[in-house]
């Protein structure tokens, strides 16, 4: 699987926006970018995925470069339950069902 | 249920011995999964089921895991002969085609 880069931690103020980057140079053109998030004593939870184009959901959104060797999750306000380690992640083809986790990126949140 | 779940969500045996754990998926997900989760990292893919059958099991670490899912439904993964490096919290996720996974909150295994 193709690897990807990310920051060990971040921090945001609550109530304001934060932006997760995350590299991926080695991408392939089959590959989805998919991240999930894991709280603190739970198991990780998706978030979003993309292939190309930009993506909006209730939870975030997905900005991916145009060149796809890059990508950034938006969380629009942080809230203190956005407190998590967050993964992005490379899953191939559609139908791949293998997710390689990295170590994340551990987003703290203050009040 | 609405969720996966699993069981139980701790468990402490002493090394050496047989420990079963339980993973109950949502309703309908034909797609199974069982990862490891040792302090700090990421988890780590175990083994995957479709429907029955163990589509990839090259996770397993060694022959002392098994996993089984007899009705295409709960899944249980064994562990023989425990060892203290088996400690770690083992995840269970399902999936339906084109969904994300949706993972349980996990079974922490102390290996004394």
């Known amino acids: 699987d193709a690897k990807t880069t990310q920051p060990n931690s971040m921090e945001s103020n609550e109530e304001e926006p934060v932006h997760l980057p995350c590299n991926h140079s080695t991408i392939s053109g089959t590959d989805y970018i998919h991240w999930y998030r894991q709280l603190p004593s739970q198991g990780p939870e998706y978030v979003i995925h993309?292939?190309?184009s930009n993506v909006n959901n209730r939870m975030a959104s997905l900005a991916i470069a145009e060149d796809r060797k890059s990508s950034t999750l938006i969380l629009h306000r942080a809230t203190l339950r956005d407190a998590a380690v967050y993964y992005c992640?490379?899953?191939?083809?559609?139908?791949?069902?293998?997710?390689?986790f990295g170590k994340g990126t551990k987003l703290s949140v203050i009040p | 249920g609405a969720g996966v779940s699993q069981t139980p969500s701790n468990k402490v045996t002493e090394k050496g011995k047989y420990v079963e754990l339980r993973c109950d998926p949502i309703s309908g997900h034909t797609a199974l999964y069982w990862y490891r989760q040792s302090l700090g990292q990421g988890p780590e893919f175990l083994i995957y089921f479709q429907g029955t059958g163990a589509a990839d099991d090259s996770g397993l670490p060694n022959d002392r895991f098994f996993a089984v899912r007899p009705e295409g439904s709960v899944s249980t993964l064994k562990i023989q002969r425990t060892e203290r490096g088996d400690s770690a919290v083992y995840l269970c996720a399902s999936s339906t085609t084109g969904s994300g996974y949706t993972f349980g909150s996990g079974t922490r295994l102390t290996v004394v």
């Open positions: 993309g292939l190309t």
């Open positions: 992640i490379l899953r191939r083809g559609a139908g791949s069902y293998q997710l390689t």
